[in-house]
């Protein structure tokens, strides 16, 4: 589930798109619905934040290309470990 999320850096295009983001945060949530989890959060490429009007939420269905991969090491790796942990611990409290 998160081993297959691609890296903060990436760049894709989304089913329907027309614009390129770049991926700058993974399992995200607004603080409408904090229980909604988004496995992304980008910005326009190659712009970049612009303001908050510029971020948009998506989940890894929505991407219809992967146009570059971001930087994949040691310490993103444990990252996504620890993200798989405490989301399993978050369902086993419910």
Same mark, same amino acid.
């Given at each position: &589930? /998160? ?6 850096? *990436? ?17 995200? *949530?607004? !603080? +409408? ?10 910005? /326009?490429?190659? @712009? ?5 009007? *510029? ?6 269905? +929505?991407?219809? +290309? ?8 040691? @310490?993103? @790796? +444990? /990252?996504? !470990?620890?993200? !798989?942990? @405490? /989301?399993?611990?978050? *369902?086993? &409290?419910?």
């Amino acid at each position: &589930m /998160f081993k297959n999320l691609l890296p903060i850096g *990436s760049v894709i295009m989304l089913k329907g798109g027309v614009k390129k983001l770049m991926i700058t945060g993974i399992k995200v *949530s607004t !603080e +409408d619905q904090p229980e909604k989890f988004y496995d992304y959060i980008g910005v /326009f490429y190659p @712009e970049g934040y612009i303001g908050a009007q *510029s971020c948009f939420l998506f989940n890894h269905d +929505d991407i219809n +290309d992967i146009v570059f991969k971001g930087y994949n090491n040691p @310490e993103r @790796e +444990d /990252f996504i !470990e620890f993200l !798989e942990n @405490e /989301f399993y611990k978050e *369902s086993e &409290m419910k």
